[in-house]
């Protein structure tokens, strides 16, 4: 098993740099919004094992909610972040880029402050940021199985359009003649995603869960106690959800709704205080785990349209990086927020400044559809670069290609069972 | 009609509650602004058509709506009209992602339009008579308007094709039902199932909507506008929006001598209807091809059938194709796969999202989210289909002046003209757009859209392939239909 791993690179902008930056990203794209993969700085389509992968100005424009805390963050850093998904170890993917773009790499960085010297492996490894939490759509589906399935699907449908009398055959016969023509083709087919033993973790919890009756009911005051710091908290922290500008909304919306998928960066403060990092903290300790172990195949609980999600700490965790890559227009993404996991979305970002009015940490937030939608529309940033090495196809469309390819490979089938796998193609 | 009158129903604009099907002639003129004062003194007092007023059959009938363009013309203040919706303020044609999410690009694109293209006209005119009323009516307003202030652009004229719309098919069958009298709560375990009575906010700002809460729209301060009524929500302030809608207006062109035409060489000219009819979701005559279930929906009166059905027991698209325009103008879909027939165990399973079979069926859900009022009016030549596929039919010119009324442009009516009518993406599918209305363009990456799939019963697709574009988008806007006393307000 060849499991994703995220890489990510970041460096504080030097600030009369910017502009030469933005204009040396632009030369990465054909036009806003629609990369070059083939680009003189880094041609990401040479990489075989790169999933996404962005360049992307962290520039905060809501530091200024700081000052309802009565705080603020004076030369708050620009960030420039390259990030990205692969195959195999991170590591092994920067020291490709290192080996084949590394004076390229080195001459975007440039614009950066500590700007990296001749060894720009080390400096990239220097200057990595590990993900709080991360989200991967289907653990261990490589590039190249994705290229091969999605060639499989096309071979099939040419199959099947070749063949006559297709409607009075029964399925099971058409099924035998399919892959008698794949053998014949004999095009390499792709091997499975071996499982996870996810069992195992399920075992585990069970396990962990015994012990922990007790010790939860010894410290049920202490937890009353933190369920009433919570609810004072909610209560009175501010909400800032004013609509974004015409300008800011334009700024991230042209780049956007060229393919089918889109790149997604929204940058914030976490609110000040011990207490809401810890929460914070927690719940990606327990996101790590369920992204790991439970959303591993198609899902993150009810959305199905994220490829690649991760949340990042940035400046010793005052300020949270969420990048994702998804399907559809920034709209219906977040309509499928809403209605569908409102409650995971409250328990990370009620964290964070400015988010609407939760309660118990999943109730209420999200759910105000207005103030949600502004604040996320308010905290996106636009992404200069985003490349997907599969545009044109939804991770819906890879869950299909998938079970086409597992069906192929399955010995036996019913009629039933057959009529429902040729539907897929 | 139900008898009951909505509460303020002489504050709304009667297109809200009816189609006005007994007026079976129609005008729309596009105005522009050529004296403010003249303007405002002529809106002031126009006759406009309230719900109440259907009380009594009406022979001619008026409705206006004002766009963003029009709105800064009549002289609003600039703080009011920026706190209307952004897509309103921006125009169905002032930004070009909107434009690419739309389908607006290609031959739809804008700088292709008859008319909109480089913004909304400033005032539009409904003009609704019954037969042979119309055309006096229409010169004598047209004459007043030139003497008050505006200069008509353009007439947009319509026919009457009865039920039609101009590729024969009856149109306007499926209509979300208006909650006018508050008796359901959105949100509620019945909403896990599909329902068709929507909330009034979704149609009418100043009103709660499905999420359980208020548009934003321009409330002003209460003590310097007596004439509007006090915000629901905030009832320190005025709400300028309280009655009035979204009226989004698209003229679409239907190439109707092609759809036959290519239906007839896919199918032959006697199955034609049959695989036009598969394309479409419905038969001509408006019946679902899904046989309408026992059990009530909802929101659909007892005595219409033809919207007595979900596709939940068509997942797979066996006698509904996933595809066809109606199944992606309304996916009939409730808040969650399995409803509210399942136990709070099972719920929370699919909540979390451990039921792997939702994650096909799952795709799209919530539909009461996206649900518009449509009020178009054809316009053209009526050409029966076995007409039309005769290879010396002249072209009949016709197509639909699409109009729809929604309180959220952008989650409604571009969410369903995006999401769900042009994404070649919808319901898991690969390279279908909407067969009726895609604009058949590939994706960048040069993947095709311009395809459809009928299932046969042994699961194989029967795959059309280079489907031409049938319609053409030649104008559009975005414009408010206010309510009587928000337009007597802006107008004073």
């Given at each position: 098993m060849t499991p994703q791993s995220t890489f990510m690179v970041a460096a504080p902008i030097r600030l009369t740099l910017e502009g030469q930056l933005r204009v040396l990203l632009d030369s990465m794209n054909k036009a806003p919004g629609r990369v070059d993969a083939d680009n003189a700085l880094l041609p990401f389509a040479h990489y075989d094992r790169l999933h996404v992968a962005r360049f992307v100005i962290l520039r905060d424009e809501t530091l200024g909610d700081l000052a309802a805390y009565g705080t603020s963050f004076p030369n708050a850093p620009v960030w420039l972040a390259f990030l990205g998904d692969c195959d195999g170890a991170a590591d092994d993917m920067l020291r490709e880029f290192a080996d084949t773009a590394g004076a390229e790499i080195r001459r975007i960085f440039a614009h950066c402050e500590d700007p990296p010297g001749t060894d720009i492996l080390a400096w990239m490894r220097r200057h990595s940021v590990q993900p709080a939490a991360q989200y991967v759509n289907w653990r261990g589906r490589t590039v190249q199985q994705i290229k091969q399935e999605a060639a499989l699907h096309d071979f099939l449908r040419d199959c099947l359009g070749r063949t006559p009398a297709l409607a009075s055959r029964r399925a099971l016969e058409i099924r035998d003649h399919l892959v008698g023509e794949v053998a014949r083709a004999r095009s390499a087919l792709p091997a499975p995603t071996p499982r996870q033993r996810v069992w195992l973790f399920w075992v585990a919890i069970g396990l962990a869960a015994v012990p922990l009756v007790p010790i939860l009911l010894m410290f049920s005051p202490v937890l009353l106690l933190l369920l009433w710091q919570l609810r004072v908290r909610e209560r009175n922290d501010p909400v800032i959800t004013p609509r974004p500008s015409a300008a800011h909304l334009g700024a991230t919306s042209r780049l956007e709704d060229y393919d089918v998928s889109n790149p997604f960066s929204a940058f914030g403060s976490v609110k000040p205080g011990r207490f809401r990092l810890c929460t914070l903290l927690l719940v990606f300790r327990a996101l790590e785990l369920s992204t790991r172990f439970i959303y591993i195949r198609g899902r993150l609980a009810r959305v199905g349209t994220i490829h690649f999600a991760r949340w990042a700490f940035m400046d010793d965790r005052r300020r949270l990086l969420f990048a994702s890559n998804y399907d559809g227009s920034l709209d219906s993404y977040m309509d499928d927020f809403i209605n569908k996991v409102a409650f995971g979305l409250n328990l990370v970002f009620s964290n964070g400044i400015g988010w609407p009015r939760t309660s118990f940490l999943i109730f209420g937030g999200a759910g105000y559809e207005q103030e949600f939608k502004n604040y996320l529309h308010r905290h996106e940033v636009p992404t200069q670069v985003w490349y997907k090495a599969y545009p044109g196809l939804t991770a819906s469309n890879l869950a299909t290609n998938t079970e086409i390819r597992e069906g192929l490979q399955r010995k036996h089938m019913t009629e039933a069972q057959a009529q429902r796998w040729l539907a897929l193609i | 009609m139900s008898a009951a009158l909505p509460a303020e129903a002489d504050d709304v604009q009667a297109l809200l509650r009816s189609g006005f099907v007994r007026l079976v002639e129609a005008a729309f003129l596009l105005l522009q602004i050529r004296d403010q004062a003249a303007a405002r003194s002529w809106l002031h007092q126009a006759p406009v058509t309230t719900i109440a007023d259907l009380r009594e059959y009406q022979t001619t009938a008026l409705q206006v709506a004002v766009s963003a363009n029009g709105l800064k013309k009549l002289g609003v203040a600039a703080s009011t009209v920026e706190a209307f919706a952004p897509e309103f303020l921006s125009g169905m044609a002032g930004d070009e992602a909107r434009s690419r999410r739309l389908g607006d690009v290609g031959s739809n694109a804008p700088s292709e339009w008859r008319w909109g293209g480089t913004g909304e006209p400033d005032v539009l005119l409904l003009l609704y008579a019954e037969e042979g009323r119309l055309a006096a009516w229409?010169?004598?307003?047209?004459?007043?308007?030139?003497?008050?202030?505006?200069?008509?652009?353009?007439?947009?004229?319509?026919?009457?094709?009865?039920?039609?719309?101009?590729?024969?098919?009856?149109?306007?069958?499926?209509?979300?039902?208006?909650?006018?009298?508050?008796?359901?709560?959105?949100?509620?375990?019945?909403?896990?199932?599909?329902?068709?009575?929507?909330?009034?906010?979704?149609?009418?700002?100043?009103?709660?909507?499905?999420?359980?809460?208020?548009?934003?729209?321009?409330?002003?301060?209460?003590?310097?506008?007596?004439?509007?009524?006090?915000?629901?929500?905030?009832?320190?302030?005025?709400?300028?929006?309280?009655?009035?809608?979204?009226?989004?207006?698209?003229?679409?062109?239907?190439?109707?001598?092609?759809?036959?035409?290519?239906?007839?060489?896919?199918?032959?000219?006697?199955?034609?209807?049959?695989?036009?009819?598969?394309?479409?979701?419905?038969?001509?005559?408006?019946?679902?091809?899904?046989?309408?279930?026992?059990?009530?929906?909802?929101?659909?009166?007892?005595?219409?059938?033809?919207?007595?059905?979900?596709?939940?027991?068509?997942?797979?698209?066996?006698?509904?194709?996933?595809?066809?325009?109606?199944?992606?103008?309304?996916?009939?879909?409730?808040?969650?796969?399995?409803?509210?027939?399942?136990?709070?165990?099972?719920?929370?399973?699919?909540?979390?999202?451990?039921?792997?079979?939702?994650?096909?069926?799952?795709?799209?859900?919530?539909?009461?989210?996206?649900?518009?009022?449509?009020?178009?009016?054809?316009?053209?030549?009526?050409?029966?289909?076995?007409?039309?596929?005769?290879?010396?039919?002249?072209?009949?010119?016709?197509?639909?002046?699409?109009?729809?009324?929604?309180?959220?442009?952008?989650?409604?009516?571009?969410?369903?003209?995006?999401?769900?009518?042009?994404?070649?993406?919808?319901?898991?599918?690969?390279?279908?757009?909407?067969?009726?209305?895609?604009?058949?363009?590939?994706?960048?990456?040069?993947?095709?859209?311009?395809?459809?799939?009928?299932?046969?019963?042994?699961?194989?697709?029967?795959?059309?392939?280079?489907?031409p574009a049938f319609v053409t988008v030649r104008g559009g806007g975005y414009f408010f239909l206010p309510g009587v006393r928000a337009l007597r307000f802006l107008t004073q």
């Open positions: - | 229409k010169s004598s307003t047209v004459t007043a308007l030139g003497q008050n202030g505006f200069d008509v652009a353009m007439e947009l004229a319509t026919s009457n094709m009865h039920d039609k719309e101009p590729f024969g098919f009856t149109d306007g069958v499926s209509q979300p039902q208006i909650d006018w009298h508050d008796a359901r709560k959105p949100g509620g375990d019945a909403d896990l199932d599909y329902g068709n009575l929507i909330s009034k906010g979704e149609f009418l700002l100043g009103y709660a909507n499905e999420y359980g809460q208020y548009t934003d729209r321009p409330l002003l301060p209460g003590n310097a506008t007596e004439a509007l009524p006090r915000a629901e929500d905030r009832t320190e302030l005025s709400d300028l929006g309280r009655n009035g809608a979204y009226l989004v207006l698209r003229e679409l062109h239907q190439d109707v001598r092609g759809f036959w035409r290519y239906a007839a060489e896919q199918a032959g000219s006697t199955a034609a209807t049959s695989l036009a009819e598969a394309m479409v979701g419905r038969h001509t005559s408006g019946e679902p091809l899904i046989t309408p279930q026992r059990a009530p929906i909802r929101g659909v009166p007892p005595n219409s059938p033809q919207n007595r059905f979900t596709y939940d027991a068509d997942s797979e698209g066996k006698i509904c194709p996933l595809g066809a325009h109606v199944r992606r103008a309304n996916p009939r879909t409730g808040d969650m796969p399995g409803g509210s027939r399942q136990g709070l165990v099972a719920r929370l399973l699919r909540t979390l999202g451990f039921k792997r079979t939702d994650l096909r069926s799952d795709i799209i859900a919530s539909s009461r989210f996206h649900r518009i009022m449509r009020r178009g009016r054809e316009f053209g030549t009526w050409v029966p289909s076995e007409a039309a596929m005769r290879p010396d039919c002249p072209d009949p010119q016709s197509g639909l002046h699409f109009i729809c009324l929604n309180g959220n442009i952008s989650r409604q009516f571009e969410f369903v003209q995006n999401a769900w009518l042009t994404s070649a993406k919808f319901n898991g599918l690969f390279d279908e757009s909407d067969p009726l209305t895609g604009n058949r363009l590939p994706l960048p990456a040069g993947h095709a859209t311009d395809c459809f799939s009928l299932l046969e019963q042994n699961g194989v697709a029967r795959r059309f392939q280079r489907i």
